[in-house]
C-alpha cells in the first residue's frame, strides 16, 4: 500500500511516500481502504519529534482520522459486513492507503457524507463534543469562549456549541478568521491586544457576567486570560497548547468564583474510552453532518503524494479550517 512515512525527525521534506505491506487485522478487528483523511497538529508533533505515537500505533506512519470502506474482517469481527462505509480515530497509521482498527472503534458513515468530510470531522467533532458535553457538562442558554475559533476545531465546536443551544464567542489573531467564524454561528469575536482583552470583551458580550466555558486550544498566557473572563463555576477545558506550556493564573478567582480547570487529550486514551466517545460522535453529533447543520470547513485538499505541501500549509497558520487528504 502507499502510505505517508516520517522518515526521520525534522521539517517536512522528511516526509516520504513509500509502500508498505497492507496490516492483517487481528481478532476483532477490521481492514479499512481509506479514502479520506486530514492533517492534524499531533500529525506535525510527530513528525517534528515531539509526539512520539503511543504504543501500539505505527510508528513512523502519521494519521489519526479516517474515512473508508471496511474490505477485511479479522476473527470474530461481525458487527460490519464488507463494503460498509465508516470512520474513525486511531493513534496513528491513518495517512496510508489502509488501516486496521478494533469493530467498535467505528462510526457508520452515513452516503450523504462524503470520503472527504467524513475523513476531516472525526478529530474535531469528537474533541469538541467531548470538550464541550463530557468535560464542560455544557448546558442550553449557556455561554462559551472559544480561543482559535478560525481553526478546524475551534469552527467544528461553535456550530456544536450552537447546536447544543448556546451563545458562542471566540477569539483569533486576524479578522478573517473572525468572520469565517461568524458565517458558523459565532456571535462575536476578539484579536489579541494588551492585558486583560479577553475579560474586557467577555464583560461587553455578557453584561459583566464571564463566560461559562472556555474552549482553550492554544495555553500559554490564553490560560491566564481565560481564567478572568469566566463566570462564577466556570469550567475551562484545555485542549492544545499551540501558545506555550506555561502560564501564571491568578489563583483567587479560582477560588472565589470556583471555577474548574481540566485537561484533554484523545490519542493516548485506552480503547475503551476512545470506543466511548465514537459511539457518542455518532450518535449525537454524525445525524448533524448528515442534515448539514454541521458543516467541515476544509480549506485545502492535497492527494497523499502531497502531504509535505500539507504539512507546511498547517505550520504556517494561515488556514481555516481542517486540511484533507485524499487517497
Ligand atoms: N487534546 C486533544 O485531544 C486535541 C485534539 C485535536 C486538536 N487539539 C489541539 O487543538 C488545537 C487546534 O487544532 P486544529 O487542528 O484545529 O488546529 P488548526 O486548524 O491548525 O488551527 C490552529 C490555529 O491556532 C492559532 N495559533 C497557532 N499558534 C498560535 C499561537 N502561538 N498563538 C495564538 N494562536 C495560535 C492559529 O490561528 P489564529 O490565526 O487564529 O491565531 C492557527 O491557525 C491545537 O492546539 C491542537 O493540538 C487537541
Same mark, same amino acid.
Given at each position: 500500500m502507499r502510505s505517508a512515512i516520517i522518515t526521520a525527525h525534522g521539517g517536512p521534506s522528511v516526509l516520504k511516500v513509500?509502500?508498505?505491506?497492507?496490516?492483517?487485522?487481528?481478532?476483532?478487528?477490521?481492514?479499512? !481502504?481509506?479514502?479520506?483523511?486530514?492533517?492534524? !497538529?499531533?500529525?506535525?508533533?510527530?513528525?517534528?519529534?515531539r509526539y512520539p505515537p503511543p504504543a501500539g500505533a505505527p510508528s513512523d506512519i502519521p494519521g489519526i482520522e479516517f474515512a473508508g470502506e471496511i474490505v477485511g474482517l479479522g476473527a470474530g469481527a461481525a458487527?460490519?459486513? /464488507?463494503?460498509?462505509?465508516?470512520?474513525?480515530?486511531?493513534?496513528?497509521?491513518?495517512?496510508?492507503?489502509?488501516? &486496521?482498527?478494533?469493530e467498535r472503534a467505528v462510526a457508520a458513515l452515513p452516503n450523504a457524507v462524503s470520503w472527504e468530510t467524513g475523513g476531516a470531522a472525526v478529530?474535531?467533532?469528537?474533541?469538541?463534543? =467531548?470538550?464541550?458535553?463530557?468535560?464542560?457538562?455544557?448546558?442550553?442558554?449557556d455561554t462559551v469562549?472559544?480561543?482559535? /475559533?478560525?481553526?478546524?476545531?475551534?469552527?467544528t465546536a461553535v456550530q456544536i456549541a450552537r447546536q447544543l443551544g448556546?451563545? &458562542?464567542?471566540?477569539t483569533a489573531r486576524g479578522e478573517t478568521k473572525i468572520a469565517a467564524a461568524m458565517s458558523f454561528g459565532l456571535e462575536a469575536g476578539v484579536q489579541p491586544a494588551s492585558a486583560g482583552w479577553v475579560a474586557d470583551a467577555v464583560k461587553g458580550w455578557t453584561d459583566g457576567r464571564g463566560? =461559562?466555558?472556555?474552549? =482553550?486550544?492554544?495555553?500559554? =498566557?490564553?490560560?491566564?486570560?481565560?481564567?478572568?473572563?469566566?463566570?462564577? !463555576?466556570? !469550567?475551562?477545558?484545555l485542549i492544545g497548547t499551540l501558545a506555550g506550556l506555561e502560564s501564571t493564573i491568578d489563583l483567587r478567582h479560582m477560588l472565589s468564583r470556583r471555577?474548574?480547570?481540566?485537561?484533554? &487529550?484523545?490519542?493516548?486514551?485506552p480503547l475503551?474510552?476512545?470506543?466511548?466517545?465514537?459511539?457518542?460522535?455518532?450518535?449525537?453529533?454524525?445525524?448533524?453532518?448528515?442534515s448539514g447543520a454541521v458543516r467541515i470547513p476544509i480549506d485545502a485538499s492535497f492527494p497523499l503524494e502531497r502531504i509535505g505541501e500539507a504539512h507546511a500549509l498547517m505550520e504556517s497558520n494561515t488556514t481555516v479550517g481542517k486540511i484533507a487528504l485524499t487517497f
Open positions: 513509500e509502500s508498505r505491506p497492507i496490516p492483517i487485522p487481528s481478532a476483532n478487528e477490521i481492514l479499512v !481502504r481509506v479514502h479520506g483523511s486530514a492533517l492534524n !497538529r499531533a500529525d506535525v508533533m510527530q513528525r517534528q519529534g458487527q460490519w459486513t /464488507v463494503g460498509a462505509r465508516v470512520c474513525g480515530l486511531v493513534s496513528g497509521g491513518a495517512h496510508a492507503e489502509y488501516l &486496521v482498527t478494533h478529530e474535531a467533532c469528537i474533541t469538541a463534543h =467531548d470538550a464541550l458535553v463530557a468535560q464542560a457538562s455544557l448546558r442550553p442558554g469562549l472559544i480561543h482559535a /475559533v478560525g481553526s478546524g476545531v475551534g469552527l448556546a451563545r &458562542v464567542f471566540g463566560v =461559562d466555558v472556555v474552549l =482553550d486550544l492554544l495555553g500559554g =498566557d490564553y490560560v491566564r486570560e481565560s481564567i478572568m473572563a469566566l463566570a462564577p !463555576r466556570g !469550567r475551562l477545558v471555577l474548574t480547570m481540566r485537561g484533554t &487529550v484523545l490519542r493516548s486514551r475503551e474510552e476512545r470506543i466511548g466517545v465514537t459511539q457518542a460522535f455518532a450518535r449525537e453529533v454524525m445525524p448533524w453532518l448528515s
